[in-house]
């Protein structure tokens, strides 16, 4: 079946313009996650859906970062007033249930010049 | 506040040298430590979950074992095939949130 489809798999945006990376998990997965992983890095969290509503936003850095997941499905990752060192890539991932394990997408790697 | 170490941060092996991979964590409450394998401009891919001391998982050449204080990957007899990062990441009972925290990661390359 289909995995976690993330677009684009790149962006190249210029300093201070605003983004949007869009996530489709696998079918019938309730939880939606967004990871962030920097080189040499491990994936550091940001977001999680518990279908539509966010169950927990701990991991957003700041307010210019937001995401929605309006009808429990798809999600939007939304990046305004982008910097330089919000330069990563940008992980989704989803589960089935509560003893399921994580399943990432390939991620869209985000560059601010 | 869930921690993880990955060591060492890069293993190279000649094919066929079996070696492991260490995963040392701390966590409120364990609910599952888990494996994953990332290839250069992927994804992570999951391999194992284990959620208490002794559990052992394998699948082809890899076995993951776990402690109360760290896991281990080992990997016998290495192919070329098996070069990839390995992450580690834990999930606790903190909060009541489901979010695995992770490691930074082994790269592992294997040469032929």
């Known amino acids: 079946g289909a995995g976690v489809s993330q677009t684009p798999s790149n962006k190249v945006t210029e300093k201070g313009k605003y983004v949007e990376l869009r996530c489709d998990p696998i079918s019938g997965h309730t939880a939606l996650y967004w990871y962030r992983q920097s080189l040499g890095q491990g994936p550091e969290f940001l977001i999680y859906?518990?279908?539509?509503?966010?169950?927990?936003d701990s991991g957003l850095p700041n307010d210019r970062f937001f995401a929605v997941r309006p009808e429990g499905s798809v999600s939007t990752l939304k990046i305004q007033r982008t910097e330089r060192g919000d330069s990563a890539v940008y992980l989704c991932?989803?589960?089935?249930?509560?003893?399921?394990?994580?399943?990432f997408g390939n991620g869209t790697r985000l560059t601010v010049t | 506040e869930d921690q993880v170490t990955q060591s060492p941060e890069a293993l190279r092996l000649q094919e066929g040298e079996s070696s492991s991979l260490n995963c040392s964590y701390t966590?409120?409450?364990?609910?599952?430590l888990f494996w994953y394998r990332q290839d250069p401009g992927k994804g992570p891919e999951f391999l194992f979950t284990?959620?208490?001391a002794g559990e052992e998982k394998e699948k082809e050449r890899l076995k993951a074992t776990l402690t109360k204080k760290e896991s281990f990957l080992h990997i016998t007899a290495p192919k070329p095939e098996d070069s990839a990062t390995y992450l580690c990441?834990?999930?606790?009972?903190?909060?009541?949130?489901?979010?695995?925290?992770f490691g930074r990661g082994t790269s592992l390359i294997v040469h032929p």
């Open positions: 859906f518990q279908g539509t509503g966010a169950a927990d």
């Open positions: 284990l959620y208490s």
């Open positions: 991932a989803s589960r089935l249930s509560e003893n399921s394990p994580l399943h």
């Open positions: 966590v409120s409450g364990l609910r599952g």
């Open positions: 990441a834990v999930r606790g009972v903190s909060g009541g949130s489901y979010i695995p925290t």
